[in-house]
Structure formats: structure tokens, C-alpha cells
């Protein structure tokens, strides 16, 4: 035994897969589907995320996980969404040991409806918000600490942590090429 005291092993927690989406509403303002998770929930209470979760076994692929957990939390079917794009993974930092794969959808105009088990809101944040410099760096309040932490603020609701650099990483490739793809699936060039 090294140093005369008991060898300490820490376990390592496999990674959990998990998906989500940018879901952008065709028509004008082209909103972004947020919503805020309710507060009873295990995993991220009561904190703003977009659409998505944990890979079940039954998905065929991560896609499969973002266009059912899209439909699950607010409501939106398949048929009224075109994947676009699939963003690189992103490691949550913090908690859970969650990969997150984000995926950019085009949604078709449409009632949202949540589930009242998993959400406790769903609201819509205008594309440009996002693509115009919506996002900086800021902190967060989070378990008593102040934690350095990329924020978008919307309507008195703080975008943080995760959700804001899975942000971040849609914002760069909409600089750099995803605006000409996602464009034309939107009925005004407006965005």
C-alpha cells in the first residue's frame, strides 16, 4: 500500500448518450424551442434546455432519440420536422456523464404541448437572438457558487452551462456554412 494507507479506487461512471434538438420554426420570427424542465426531475431541475434527453434502447440512433424526445416533451411529430444537421457531440462538464449529441431541425408551424411530467414550460426564442450576439459570457449562481459560464438572456429567463454551449457550437457553424442550409427550408429569408 502506497504511503501505509489503503489503496482508494474511484469509480468511473460509464457516459450516458443523450440528444437533443434546435428545433427552428419555419415561419417568421423562426423561434427556437426552449423549455424548462420541471422540478422534480433528477437530472437538471427546474433549468432551461432544449428539447431531448437520455438514448433508450429502442432508438434506432441518437437522431431517433431527438425526433422522440421532441415529441415527447413539446409535442412536435416527426413528419413536422427535417433533421438538418447533426452538431458534434458535447461532454457534459459538471454532473451525469452525459454525451450530448445536438441536432438542428426545421419545424413545421404547430401547436406545442408538454408533458406536465417532465416540463414545466416550453417558450420560443427568435433565431436571430441566438445568431446575433445573444450569447456572452457571463455567471451563473449554481449550488451556492458563481460559476463562469456562457448565458443567453431572454425575456427574464438565463440560458446557461450546456444548453449555452451547444449554443455557442450552432452559432459558429452558422457562421461558417449552416445559414445557407437551413435558409431555404425557412419561408422568409428574414433570419
Given at each position: 500500500m502506497p504511503d501505509g494507507g489503503p489503496l482508494r479506487y474511484h469509480r468511473v461512471m460509464p457516459r450516458r448518450q443523450a440528444a437533443v434538438v434546435i428545433a427552428i420554426f419555419r415561419a417568421f420570427?423562426?423561434?427556437?424551442?426552449?423549455?424548462?424542465?420541471?422540478?422534480?426531475?433528477?437530472?437538471?431541475?427546474?433549468?432551461?434546455?432544449?428539447?431531448?434527453?437520455?438514448?433508450?434502447?429502442?432508438?434506432?440512433?441518437?437522431?431517433?432519440?431527438?425526433?422522440?424526445?421532441?415529441?415527447e416533451e413539446v409535442g412536435i411529430e416527426r413528419d413536422r420536422a427535417t433533421i438538418v444537421e447533426r452538431l458534434p457531440m458535447l461532454r457534459q462538464r459538471v454532473r451525469n456523464?452525459?454525451?450530448?449529441?445536438?441536432?438542428?431541425?426545421?419545424?413545421?408551424?404547430?401547436?406545442?404541448?408538454?408533458?406536465?411530467?417532465?416540463?414545466?414550460?416550453v417558450f420560443l426564442v427568435p433565431l436571430a437572438t441566438i445568431v446575433e450576439g445573444g450569447l456572452r459570457h457571463g455567471s451563473i449562481e449554481y449550488g451556492g457558487l458563481r460559476l463562469p459560464s456562457l448565458v443567453l438572456d431572454f425575456e427574464g429567463r438565463r440560458i446557461w452551462g450546456l444548453t449555452a454551449r451547444i449554443l455557442e457550437s450552432f452559432v459558429t457553424r452558422w457562421r461558417s456554412d449552416l445559414r445557407d442550409r437551413i435558409v431555404p427550408h425557412l419561408t422568409s429569408s428574414e433570419a
Open positions: 420570427p423562426h423561434g427556437v424551442v426552449f423549455v424548462e424542465r420541471a422540478a422534480h426531475l433528477r437530472d437538471h431541475p427546474g433549468q432551461i434546455g432544449l428539447p431531448g434527453g437520455s438514448a433508450h434502447p429502442e432508438d434506432a440512433d441518437l437522431e431517433a432519440t431527438a425526433l422522440r424526445e421532441l415529441r456523464n452525459f454525451d450530448v449529441t445536438p441536432f438542428v431541425a426545421v419545424v413545421e408551424p404547430g401547436d406545442l404541448t408538454i408533458d406536465g411530467d417532465e416540463t414545466a414550460g
